[in-house]
């Protein structure tokens, strides 16, 4: 292989390094685990929900949303149940996902496995919003899609230094689904807007200074923090607020280190602010900035289809409730489902890790630009929205 070969080559994969988790996903996709997915435990005033795949990142699969929601709806009607515990195993991460290959393997041999699994994920992330006992995530390493969708909605989040959180899938033809369209264009200015449709990782104690954790606890604290909360007698939702407050004063890690994007923050505000994705590329583009240049570069790498979905996605759904906006995000994802960019995207992503395997391929990416799409292509034109967003 020639040296300029090579260096493509490596280019590519710098420009891929934040989304490289989808890899991951696709290895996870074709393993079945021979001990439980997800583990259901009573232990002292809780119920605890383990998932249970650390090998595998903790990746949601459809029988676990099954089980999870089914003992969800069990816990909230116990009487000697006062609140929810939910974790990942191991110390990689809280939830890395779903299943993306078997969506996409599914386009064209169980369509009915495509309805269900998003249907159920969203009806799950809707319970948990709307559960009557306390629902605390302990969301330790990675938390990204599908992990988000069954911590955010929850009414405690806890991070710890080791938090990473990201919703990456403009870079695989979706969009930051399991009620990003709700929580999302809530986070502070126009935070939640960036990090849509750039992928951007927040990292640590950024992850609770940027609004998705509801508190932080040092992660050789967690231990400690869940045994309290256990050992609790008949606790009100005072109770565990204070034992997670108390936690969460005490942490120390990071305390005074500055929010990553703190400097960035009125610009973000402003160039995100654009009603349209052109716009926004227009506004990175005239600042020239070193930051404003790398996410233009960012976002240039994302699906197009995509972004454009995004940034509708979270424009309505900033005025709709949360069960409006998983009603949305449900057609939305069936008409993505249906097209182009989700599927080529996952092939993508394949194609590039066996070329980081082999040094002997490149990823093909989608070729379509922005422009060619104009202002309504059609996963974005009103009469889908229409039907999306009614």
């Known amino acids: 292989m020639g040296l300029q070969r090579l260096c493509r080559l490596m280019s590519r994969f710098n420009s891929y390094k934040r989304t490289n988790i989808i890899l991951q996903h696709l290895k996870m996709s074709n393993h079945t685990d021979a001990a439980a997915e997800v583990l259901l435990e009573r232990k002292g005033c809780a119920g605890v929900i383990t998932l249970n795949r650390p090998r595998f990142l903790n990746t949601l699969t459809l029988g676990m949303i099954r089980q999870i929601y089914a003992q969800l709806k069990k816990w909230e009607q116990d009487p000697k149940t006062f609140l929810i515990i939910i974790k990942g195993a191991g110390e990689k991460a809280f939830c890395a996902g779903g299943d993306i290959r078997a969506l996409s393997e599914a386009r064209n041999t169980n369509q009915k496995m495509l309805q269900d699994l998003f249907r159920e994920e969203y009806i799950l992330n809707n319970a948990i919003d709307s559960c009557q006992k306390p629902y605390i995530a302990l969301i330790h390493g990675i938390t990204m899609g599908g992990g988000v969708g069954v911590s955010v909605h929850g009414q ?38 960036f990090l849509a449709l750039t992928g951007f990782r927040l990292k640590g104690r950024d992850v609770y200074t940027a609004g998705i954790a509801t508190h932080f606890v040092d992660f050789e604290k967690l231990g400690m923090l869940e045994e309290d909360l256990l050992a609790l007698k008949s606790p009100s939702k005072e109770n565990i607020a204070d034992v997670l407050e108390t936690y969460h004063a005490k942490s120390k890690t990071d305390q005074d280190k500055p929010f990553i994007l703190e400097e960035h923050m009125d610009k973000i505000n402003s160039w995100f602010s654009a009603n349209t994705v052109e716009q926004i590329v227009d506004n990175l583009q005239q600042d020239g900035s070193s930051f404003a240049l790398e996410q233009l570069k960012v976002i240039k790498k994302m699906s197009p289809t995509s972004l454009k979905i995004t940034l509708r996605q979270l424009m309505e759904g900033s005025s709709k409730t949360l ?24 092939r993508a992503a394949e194609a590039f890790e066996r070329c980081l395997c082999s040094l002997a391929k490149s990823p093909e990416v989608p070729a379509l630009l922005l422009s060619r799409l104009g202002e309504t292509p059609a996963m974005v034109n009103p009469a889908i929205y229409h039907f999306a967003c009614t």
């Open 323 to 346: 069960p409006e906006v998983l009603i949305m995000e449900y057609r939305l994802s069936q008409a993505c489902m249906k097209g182009h960019d989700f599927h080529e995207g996952v």
């Open 156 to 193: 405690f989040r806890v991070a710890t230094e080791k938090s990473v959180f990201a919703m990456p899938e403009t870079a695989i033809g979706l969009f930051p689904d399991v009620g990003g369209g709700y929580f999302l264009p809530r986070l502070q200015g126009k935070l939640g807007y």
